[in-house]
């Protein structure tokens, strides 16, 4: 992985997308921003899911759940059900 501020990127655009094939290239702008380099072949359709209202409400609810411990710990990975019947 590589990190580089926004006036790097500009001086080096070509590079930096070359680079972004085989690595992480992270772009951070100001103190708060930080954007990834991606190329659109590496992109899947799942992505979008993350950005559907429906997938968000229900990760925050596991989320909330979470927190309220309203979970099951799985004792042993090799036998799930154990733990959860």
Known sequence: MIAISTTELR??????????????VIVQCGKSETYEIVPARKISDTDKYFSDPEVLAAIERGREDVKAGRVTRIEDPGDPWASIL
Not at 11 to 24: D, F, G, Q, S
């Open 11 to 24: 001086k080096n655009l070509r590079k930096y997308l070359n680079m972004a094939n085989t690595e992480r």
